[in-house]
């Protein structure tokens, strides 16, 4: 089955291989020398330029995890921008862990805009956090960084947390330009890797504020886990599987490995441009297909994700387009919680391919009219 649900997606054999290998321990020399194979790319993928002062690590659990984690080295004073289902569960997340929450509440398929953020900081502040998922994996829409770090320069005090789940490798993310002092993300959407670890990065003003906290977690206290990260002493035993898995994909990105044959000979930060720009032609030719067909976007063009395409089914049964979809051995997302029924999502992240991506919509096209509600 070819799997473009919105992760976990696929992941290449190469990528599976490094799983199965004689396992190490995780004191030893063997698994100190991963962790630095890790780290330099990994700084590219959050878009860290050579003399950033901010620090990246790899955690032991799924990204809900450091969406929790994160929280705790910040004071309580949170604003949650909410524009879907996973900004709605980092908004519970600070509920729970006892947080004076604000939400900022736009309806699904909105981005915040500049300056919607900056009024409710001026309005509603001061606030230590705001929280903000970049790619809403349930509708598809891309908050652009930009207006969002200009917007948060109204307030200097307050901490810009991001969820980059399914951004981060899809997109730029740029923490030192836009300003961002803790940005997560799992690594089963665009960095095309079995489900299981997160992987971080922190500024300094994030990781000073937070050693000075009273921080009430062991497994996810933040600074515990980076610093164990930083020290080559992961706090816990890690899924040295997995971390496997993320040094192999890492460097065959940043050597240009996964590129498409236009891109051959690009390394390094260029390989990273030209892995965005193979997600913005995926994202491209997925809308130009729906709106052949009569199907718009669930988001406005301009905020659709490069790496999922969430697309409103009118008129579509969306239940027997994902069967008839899967009797040809591909397989697609169904609309996310409120919107199930009502659109359906094409995960083109990862190291899905162009051509792939043509395969898909072939055999969209030829069962879409089996799968139209009758009048
Ligand atoms: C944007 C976003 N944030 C957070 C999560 C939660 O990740 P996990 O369930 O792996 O902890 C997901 C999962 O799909 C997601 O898409």
Redesign the pocket.
């Known amino acids: 089955m070819k799997i473009w649900i919105?992760?976990p997606t696929y992941v290449r054999t190469e990528i599976l291989a490094e799983q199965v290998l004689p396992m190490i321990g995780h004191r030893s020399k063997a698994m100190v020398e991963l962790l630095e194979r890790i780290d330099p790319p990994l700084r590219l993928a959050f878009g860290l330029g050579a003399g950033s002062t901010a620090t990246v690590a790899v955690c032991n659990?799924?990204?809900?995890?450091m969406?929790e984690g994160s929280l705790y080295g910040v004071g309580a004073r949170v604003l949650s921008v909410v524009n879907?289902?996973?900004?709605k569960?980092?908004a519970d997340i600070a509920k729970v862990l006892g947080k004076d929450v604000t939400v900022l509440e736009l309806a699904w398929g909105q981005a915040v805009t500049e300056a919607q953020l900056a009024e409710t900081l001026k309005s509603k502040g001061p606030f230590d956090a705001v929280t903000l998922?970049?790619?809403?994996?349930?509708t598809g829409v891309l908050t652009p960084l930009a207006p969002v770090a200009r917007a948060m320069k109204t307030s200097p005090s307050t901490q810009l947390f991001v969820?980059?789940?399914?951004?981060i490798a899809g997109a730029p993310i740029d923490c030192d330009a836009n300003g961002i002092d803790f940005a997560?993300?799992?690594v089963?959407?665009a960095l095309a890797l079995p489900?299981?670890i997160?992987v971080v990065c922190a500024s300094k003003r994030y990781m000073e504020g937070a050693r000075a906290k009273k921080r009430a977690s062991w497994y996810l206290d933040p600074v515990r886990t980076i610093d164990g990260h930083v020290e080559r002493k992961t706090p816990a035993t890690p899924v040295v599987t997995l971390y496997r898995a993320l040094a192999r994909q890492l460097a065959d990105i940043t050597s240009g490995a996964t590129l498409p044959a236009r891109d051959k000979g690009k390394t390094g930060a260029a390989a990273w441009t030209a892995r965005f720009d193979k997600h913005e032609r995926m994202r491209a030719r997925t809308l130009q297909w729906g709106i052949g067909h009569g199907l718009d976007p669930f988001p406005a063009e301009a905020l659709s994700s490069p790496t999922i395409s969430c697309i409103k089914a009118d008129g579509i049964d969306v239940a027997a387009l994902i069967d008839a979809l899967k009797k040809r051995g591909e397989e697609i997302g169904n609309g996310y919680d409120k919107l199930k029924g009502l659109t359906f999502r094409i995960g083109h992240m990862g190291d899905h391919s162009e051509e792939g991506l043509d395969e898909l919509l072939f055999h969209m096209d030829e069962v879409l009219d089996s799968v139209r509600v009758k009048a």
Request: glycine share 16%; with cysteine; aromatic share 6%.
């Open positions: 919105p992760g659990h799924s990204a809900t995890g969406m879907g289902s996973f900004s569960r980092w998922v970049v790619c809403e994996t349930s969820d980059v789940v399914s951004a997560l993300a799992g089963n959407k489900p299981g997160t």
